[in-house]
């Protein structure tokens, strides 16, 4: 009987220790201090959500007028103008500034409409199956099959260059890899327990879904889209230097870029297009680094 009691006690106690233990750090807890580690990915975000301060307070930051003209015609930096001014006028640190809000309002727009659409196409396809599930990853390999600057210049050159333009059809046009990401999440997530316990308890198939399946397959997502701010940046900055993208007198760092056009602008005016071009390359290379932390903070064989 002692070694009985003893026994029960162990197998009553254990749980309960394992449960403090594993009480004390969450796995958001986990996932944050392991991001924090990633020294890139610690920088990268301050440097962001500097950026994003930077474009929210932009009339607070700098009190000149992105489109006013000065009587100085691509002037070097002074002390008046930090930057100098472009072959316009304009002060050149004042529009790049007011250039944040395009890329970030690019960035963010179309990565949410795609990610929306390429969560709810994927996660059909992959729960239901069968016809469903060929139609939608036929359709995915149709879009995929296009080479994507090729067609989205295609569509632009249709409807016209925009703001609002760009960033509709960047966000139609960019999900399906976002569908096939969930669509392989869901696929591996549909056959465990606790969805088929919720489908013998007769809940409903948008529950199971979008409460059950797609809270668990939410990593993989926020890692494809911090990757695809990126990317829609470098494709609006690519279609602005074609001058297919934002049209001046709108500031945006790639249709600031289309300066440089001109042998004589690289050689002998810089600053004309070095700051676009740099801080293109910054915001891209610290989104990619945030990608990288959130990759490896929210890997499932790292938090168990």
Known sequence: ???????????????????????????????????????????????????ILVAIFAPAITPKNPYQVYEEFSAPPSAEHWLGTDQVGRDIFTRLVYASRVSMLVGLGAVLIYSVIGTILGAISGYFGGWVDILLMRLTDVFMSFPGLMLILVVVSILGPSLLNIIWILGLLGWPSVARLVRGSVLSLKHVDFVKSGVVLGLSTPRILFQHILPNAIAPILVQATFGIAASIIVEASLSFLGMGVQPPTASWGNMLTDAQSLTVLTSQPWLWVPPGIMIVLVVLAINFIGDGLRDAMDPKALK
């Open 1 to 51: 009987m002692p070694l009985l009691e003893t026994n029960i006690k162990k197998e009553i106690e254990t749980p309960i220790a394992y449960s403090e233990i594993a009480g004390e750090e969450t796995p958001f807890q986990l996932i944050v201090k392991r991001f924090m580690k990633h020294r890139l990915a610690f920088v990268g975000s301050l440097f962001m959500i500097f950026i």
